[in-house]
């Protein structure tokens, strides 16, 4: 649950900044499909692939089924990567 929370907050940080930029965006959890509408003159919080890699925490943390173990490594990665973008977020739009 926990890198599932990490997963939203990097989401939802996206989509603020979308959101500042007038940007439409479908409903969605794919943090790829977010990243690719951010207009060009938005440079990327941190590589692409490791916000990406928060993706698959958006569905299968929250439902029952067939869950992976997340080590502790795996929370601590996906925790610095949000925070990465959450703080990302909070330098562009305090800088409008």
């Not at 990243?35 to 692409?48: E, F, R, T, W």
Request: with cysteine.
């Amino acid at each position: 649950m926990l890198c599932f929370h990490a997963q939203q907050a990097a989401e939802k940080a996206i989509k603020a900044i979308l959101l500042r930029c007038r940007v439409d965006f479908p409903f969605t959890h794919d943090l790829a499909a977010l990243l690719n509408l951010l207009p060009d003159a938005i440079p990327h919080p941190v590589a692409p692939l490791e916000i990406v890699d928060l993706n698959p925490y958006a569905v299968t943390t929250r439902y029952p089924g067939e869950l992976e173990v997340v080590t502790a490594e795996e929370y601590r990665e996906a925790l610095r990567t949000a925070e990465a973008v959450v703080a990302w977020a909070q330098s562009i739009l305090a800088g409008d």
